[in-house]
């Protein structure tokens, strides 16, 4: 068993399950060997960067380790791709499995595992590492737009921290119906509404659907002639959020550029508060990551997605 520091403070990733899911686990392994209450914090990317790391001991779930969290008695539980090394701080870091899954093998060595928290966590792994290939990937992105539909908190508050109640949840049902009914619709929609916004980047407009899947689906198919393929929502009154999928890597260098980051090949933004519309944003895009200038665009179909609308996506 890996000797883990006393953590002042569980910290993890706000816009996924598998933030959800590991930062419950950690408060479960907390309380197993030291006997207290970890207090959870979750951030979005963007809140991440900006956050100041004064605890003097911390454990960090689901963002990739950085100079930053290289502090003594701080442990990093984490799979995405980081240059960076560990001198002070503990990293435990595999990019074959997700934060849940790394999480949950120390819950096993503590007698903290269980059948309903294996289901769980090797769907939150498969959905996590998008491991189309896997027999359960389906269901698994249905427990993964919980998180995506819902939100953290939200989703939290409804299972009352409890993991296993979200094991078979109600809310699955509609997911399900949402991806047999919408998904198929928005695609062949979606098809024909992709935007140029570089050489390699295109802007995928939605409607309806699970927006995920649908641009995986015309990854797959070869749909469009870009690698990288992204959208774009904003929250109620809050900042514009680009989601970033490729097959090969490329999604977290776009993003990257634009100051967020993720996996290889699903990542995601958050564009300057100052942007507050979707000409806007398509403009900034363009500027940051096209070198060649482009035609003016029709874009009054793309405006009138996001009117109100807080899809909670990222």
């Known amino acids: 068993m890996i000797e883990l520091p006393r953590p002042e403070v569980i910290l993890t990733h706000e816009s996924d399950l ?3 899911v590991s930062g419950l686990l950690l408060q479960r392994l907390a309380r197993k060997l030291f006997e207290i209450e970890a207090p959870l914090q979750a951030y979005h990317y963007q809140n991440w960067r900006n956050r100041e790391m004064r605890e003097g001991a911390a454990w960090v779930a689901d963002f990739a380790f950085e100079r930053r969290l290289d502090k003594p008695r701080w442990a990093i539980l984490d799979h995405h791709p980081s240059e960076a090394q560990p001198e002070q701080a503990l990293l435990l870091h595999d990019t074959r499995k997700s934060a849940a899954l790394l999480c949950y093998e120390l819950c096993v060595e503590q007698g903290l595992g269980s059948p309903a928290l294996d289901r769980l966590v090797h769907l939150t792994n498969v959905g996590d590492l998008f491991l189309s290939e896997a027999p359960d990937f389906e269901l698994a992105n249905d427990y993964a737009n919980l998180v995506k539909s819902y ?15 979200l094991l078979d949840h109600p809310l699955l049902e509609v997911m399900a119906v949402k991806r047999r009914v919408e998904d198929p619709l928005g695609a062949a929609w979606s098809r024909k509404k992709v935007l140029r916004i570089s050489q390699a980047v295109g802007l995928v407009e939605t409607v309806v659907g699970n927006t995920n899947m649908i641009v995986h689906k015309l990854l797959e198919e070869r749909a469009t002639p870009y690698s990288v393929l992204m959208t774009l929502f904003r929250k109620a009154n809050g900042p514009m959020i680009v989601s970033l999928r490729s097959r090969h890597g490329e999604a977290v260098k776009v993003a990257e550029a634009l100051q967020g980051g993720g996996h290889p090949n699903a990542s995601g933004a958050i564009l300057p508060r100052s942007i507050r519309s979707i000409p806007d944003a398509i403009d900034y895009l363009q500027q940051i990551l096209d070198t060649r200038p482009t035609e003016p665009q029709p874009l009054q179909s793309l405006g009138s997605l996001f009117d109100g609308i807080d899809t909670g996506k990222s």
């Open 151 to 165: 939100q953290f908190w939200n989703v939290h508050e409804l299972i009352g921290g409890q993991l296993e109640r």
């Open 18 to 20: 598998d933030g959800l």
